[in-house]
């Protein structure tokens, strides 16, 4: 069974039912277990779980400790290119906004890398619109082999690829693939992406897939939390990566749960996603998927961040510019959206060290 | 005289330590001490030799023998290319060959370990093979060369102690060179178990990682290994269902 074939199975499924049935006895006898399987993931994001915050967050805490120790991650993303085809609604990249479009030229990318690898940061995570037509694969490519030369792990996110372009980026050194898939919901997805490529929801759900095949060491999902019922949308994402994990074990995952964050154009209707529910969403990911990696983003606060930590967060993102050339020029284009943690890398490592954890710098690299 | 050897060098700990997991690199050189550990495995992919002060290579005591890991790879052309790069930026010709193609268990691949082992050992390698404890492919690797064979006690960062065994038994009976239990250890009564069984040393660091006092804790690994090893030198008394007094009643009979 393929992924969009699972999705489909739950197509008529009550959820709201399911979460009504959920008792006090079910989320205790689950809690008591190591292993889970989907029923059981599924309650615990039910509303009735919440109760149960604290009983999660030491086990996912003991877990993350087993399998991760006392270690964070450290990244910066690098945005090349904010040229986009898309009609998104929740982006700042919608191609109606009007705002300032910029692609680096190989030089920028150059000194912008360079910016970026003296700050300290040895992981990077490049980005760009999707327009084949601005941003085509030759051109990340091209980037991919300068930036080489200063980081030890390069991730990508960027427009769905096919499988062997998938392969020709990780000959160039590519390692790592962040894709979201932003909603799960179809329905809600085709709502929200009007116009352009991404409006093709199988084409992204399947992208992951593509690139697990074309043997890329790690992957990171998650859907953009407050398109839809969070707890709906953080079921698909556990059960995706799930389907993940089993056909394709030599992949590393990595769980995100970016929250929508205000942007340059009109979308106005967004689900509150507050942070006990940001919270909830990650202790269920760690009970489910003991492996996988937990990334919060800058799109969160400073002090959230900090205290999710010992929850189970293994990857973080510091000194966050979302603007293309926001690292080292001066003449920049427009950013994607607002960040919430402003800080520099020095701060950010601090306030790790400050929680008992190991900042560190460098944890991969293609040998 | 009780001697561990392995590819030629005497060793006076049976303790071998990891680097990973660690909330600081400051802490690794005070826990080296408590532990009194002698080989210290690190995993070439993490190190930083671009970052003095990142670099893990530089929290180790320059005493220790460093023994690099190949963690990371998926198959033996992976783990032969990362064991070459080790020996080129000067970490020594000792290689932990550490071979993974399952991310959710953390299992060993015995087949690309045995394939990678043959090369390396002929390169003029120290290959210690991390495997899933099995008698042939264990057999196999000795014969290609291995200078000591790791079995695990359970899947790495598990802390679920000797799970395996009844097969590292087998291990320790049949294979001629050192047995290091490697991975699974939690606690040091895991380490004393291990050791009185007969295994030649431990390699532990999930459980020294993530102790809430891992400098104490290195002393009470340091001390299970040891208390552990000499039980075993001297020799457990045999299990018996029934008790057995001191002062049995038919003794005049003897």
Request: with cysteine.
């Amino acid at each position: 069974m393929n992924f969009y074939q699972k999705v489909q199975e739950f197509d008529n499924f009550d959820f709201d039912k399911f979460f009504g049935n959920v008792t006090n006895e079910r989320i205790e006898s689950i809690l008591m277990e190591d292993r889970m399987n989907e029923e059981d993931f599924l309650s615990l994001l039910s509303p009735n779980s919440e109760k149960y915050i604290e009983e999660m967050a030491q086990k996912a805490h003991n877990i993350s400790l087993r399998h991760f120790g006392r270690t964070v991650l450290l990244y910066t993303p690098m945005y090349l290119s904010n040229f986009c085809v898309n009609k998104c609604l929740y982006c700042g990249y919608n191609i109606e906004n009007k705002i300032r479009r910029k692609k680096l030229t190989l030089e920028e990318v150059e000194e912008e890398g360079k910016a970026i690898y003296e700050m300290g940061y040895r992981h990077i995570l490049i980005l760009t619109g999707e327009s084949r037509k601005h941003n085509p694969v030759s051109y990340i490519k091209d980037c991919v082999g300068i930036l080489k030369k200063y980081f030890s792990s390069i991730a990508i996110e960027i427009y769905p690829l096919e499988e062997y372009e998938y392969r020709e980026l990780i000959c160039c050194g590519v390692d790592s693939l962040t894709l979201y898939q932003e909603v799960y919901n179809e329905e809600v997805y085709k709502k929200v992406h009007v116009a352009g490529p991404k409006s093709n929801y199988r084409y992204r759900l399947d992208a992951p897939e593509r690139a697990a095949k074309a043997k890329i060491h790690s992957i990171s999902i998650g859907a953009l939390l407050g398109l839809e019922d969070w707890r709906k949308e953080a079921f698909f994402t556990g059960i995706h990566g799930k389907y993940i994990e089993k056909n394709y074990p030599d992949v590393e995952l990595t769980l995100s749960t970016p929250r929508i964050r205000p942007h340059a154009g009109s979308f106005e209707y967004v689900r509150e996603v507050t942070d006990k529910n940001i919270v909830q969403a990650i202790l269920a990911y760690k009970l489910f998927l003991h492996r996988a990696g937990i990334n919060i983003t800058t799109r969160e606060r400073a002090e959230f961040r900090d205290n999710l930590i010992p929850s189970g967060v293994t990857k973080m993102s510091a000194s966050v510019s979302t603007e293309v050339g926001g690292h080292s020029n001066k003449e920049k284009g427009e950013e994607q959206f607002k960040i919430d943690d402003n800080r520099s890398l020095y701060e950010v490592r601090n306030s790790i060290k400050f929680k008992g954890y190991n900042p560190i710098l460098k944890d991969w690299e293609s040998i | 005289m009780d001697k561990l050897i392995i590819g030629g060098t005497e060793l006076y700990s049976r303790l071998f330590i990891g680097t990973g997991k660690y909330s600081s690199n400051e802490i690794l050189p005070k826990v080296i001490k408590s532990s009194k550990t002698q080989v210290v495995t690190v995993a070439l992919r993490r190190v930083d030799l671009s970052n003095k002060e990142e670099n893990i290579l530089s929290f180790i005591d320059e005493d220790c023998i460093l023994l690099p890991n190949t963690s990371g790879a998926r198959t033996a052309e992976e783990a032969v290319r990362i064991a070459r790069l080790a020996r080129i930026v000067g970490c020594g010709n000792w290689i932990k060959i550490e071979i993974i193609s399952d991310n959710k268990y953390l299992l060993p691949d015995n087949k690309e370990t045995i394939k990678a082992t043959k090369i390396l050992a002929n390169e003029g390698f120290v290959v210690l093979p991390y495997m899933n404890p099995d008698l042939m492919d264990s057999k196999r690797m000795v014969e290609v060369g291995a200078a000591a064979v790791m079995p695990l006690g359970a899947p790495i960062g598990s802390n679920r102690g000797i799970r395996t065994e009844e097969m590292i038994r087998i291990l320790i009976d049949e294979i001629d060179v050192p047995i290091i239990v490697d991975a699974g250890i939690g606690k040091p009564s895991d380490a004393i178990l291990a050791m009185e069984m007969g295994a030649d040393a431990v390699l532990v660091n999930t459980a020294l990682a993530t102790a809430g006092d891992p400098i104490l804790m290195g002393e009470a690994f340091c001390q299970a290994v040891d208390a552990g090893r000499k039980a075993y030198i001297s020799k457990v008394g045999p299990k018996r269902i029934n008790g057995e007094a001191s002062s049995p009643l038919t003794g005049f009979l003897r």
